[in-house]
Structures are given as C-alpha cells and as structure tokens.
C-alpha cells in the first residue's frame, strides 16, 4: 500500500512532485554529502519534516530517531519509512536523556526556530562527548541580500556563515569544518529567479521550465569551502567539546 502524500505546505519540501524537485535535489545533496558521519551510528534527526532524509541516513546509521513537533508529520514518516523510530516532540526541549546519540542532524531546520540558541544547547545535551551535530540552513546573504529580516514568513531568523559559526560556538561546539552548497555547472544560474516568477504569478509553469526543473539531480550542487558569503545554503559539522 503507498503512503498518502503530505500536503505542501509552501515550505516543506515533499519528493516525487515535478515542481518542487529543484528544492527537493537540493536538500538531498546536503544528505547525501553528511550521510558518512552517521555511518554505524545513532542518530537523531531533530526536525524531520516529510522523512526522505532521515530514510536516507537510516540506510547507514545504526539506528535513525526522526522527531518532528507535528502530528501528520509524525505519522506519515512512521507509516511511510518503516526502518525509521519515529516520534512526536518539541525541539526546544528534546525528548531524549543526556548523552544518549551519536550525531544530531538539524537540515534546514534552525531558520524556522525563535530559540536557536536554546535549541543548539539542547544538541549538545542529548550528544555523547564527541558526538556530531550536522546542521544546513539557507545563507542569509544570498537568501534574503540587504535584509535583516528573512524574505520567507515561515522563516524567523537566517544565518550569514559568521552568525552560524557563533552561534554553535557559544553554544559549546568545536566547529569541524562550514561549507557552502551551490549550483554546479550544469544548472542556470537563473533558476530560482524563474520558478519564483511562476509561483508569484498566474499563468502556470511553462513545459521548458518544468523540464528543466524536473531533470535536476542532487550531483547537480556541490559543497565546497570557497567563498561560503556566496553560497546559497550552509552546510556544518560542530563536534560536542
């Protein structure tokens, strides 16, 4: 029996639907590039929206706990991704005892919280010594240029690469490395200008465009160190001092 479908949400990125693949290819190459660092461990994807990412890690880790404050949500990963231990909570006050995962992944997620700080200590709680906290987030630079405050309204606050980089220090993570994701060669660097046109607009999607949308890949980004300012999402590994 396949699963229902969530609903769109205009936020969540839902696989499988032709005008949301760039966003949905976008948010895989992230986990797919973080995937090794839950290799043959336990982990916790705080935040796990639809559930392909935490069903991406699950095909590495030892054991994925997905947890999401929505109750569809919830449900519909459990019945959905059946290698992923599903549960319902809140992400200010993780449901989990003290030092009991291996690596924390917070993918896209932190830009939607008002206690970033609370949250990322909360991390660091939940984290064996040692442990990982794998976070990605739209850059703020390139998201919302020339704002302090995020264009998209499901947003509460975005990150320049300094502000995340604080950010996790102040909360007693090492940062191990800060990488940007951006468009590789084979994508137009006018993409997301055109689909927010369509989506703003009413005339519907034109057939170019929505081929060009369908047909990109997760190798169609890559994660580099070179000019993080630039990039379009943050991608960072903070170890629990």
């Known amino acids: 029996m396949t699963a229902e479908p969530l609903p769109l949400t205009g936020e969540r990125t839902v696989p499988g639907i032709p005008e949301e693949n760039y966003w949905f290819r976008r948010h895989e190459a992230a986990y797919l590039a973080l995937a090794p660092h839950c290799a043959g461990a336990t982990v916790l994807e705080a935040g796990c929206g639809e559930g392909y990412g935490a069903d991406l890690l699950a095909g590495v880790a030892r054991r994925v706990l997905a947890l999401?404050?929505?109750?569809?949500?919830?449900?519909?990963?459990?019945r959905t991704y059946p290698r992923v231990h599903t549960v319902r909570g809140n992400?200010?006050?993780l449901p989990l005892a003290d030092a009991?995962?291996?690596?924390?992944a917070n993918l896209q997620v932190i830009e939607h919280l008002w206690d970033q700080h609370g949250f990322l200590v909360e991390c660091r709680?939940?984290?064996?010594?040692?442990?990982?906290l794998l976070v990605t987030t739209p850059n703020r630079i390139t998201f919302s240029p020339g704002r302090d405050t995020p264009l998209n309204p499901f947003h509460t606050r975005e990150l320049a690469p300094s502000?995340?980089?604080e950010l996790l220090r102040?909360?007693?993570?090492?940062?191990?490395?800060?990488?940007?994701?951006r468009h590789g060669p084979g994508i137009d660097e006018t993409i997301i200008e055109r689909q927010v046109e369509v989506v703003l607009?009413?005339?519907?999607?034109?057939?170019?465009?929505?081929?060009?949308?369908?047909?990109v890949t997760a190798d169609d980004f890559v994660i580099t160190g070179d000019d993080v300012d630039g990039s379009l999402d943050l991608v960072a590994v903070a170890v629990k001092r």
């Open 68 to 78: 999401d404050y929505d109750r569809l949500t919830a449900e519909h990963v459990r």
């Open 91 to 93: 992400l200010a006050t």
């Open 100 to 104: 009991t995962v291996d690596v924390v």
């Open 125 to 132: 709680r939940v984290l064996r010594p040692g442990g990982r």
């Open 163 to 165: 502000e995340l980089d």
């Open 170 to 181: 102040e909360a007693g993570f090492e940062v191990a490395s800060l990488a940007g994701l």
């Open 201 to 215: 607009g009413d005339g519907g999607w034109p057939d170019d465009l929505l081929t060009e949308v369908t047909a």
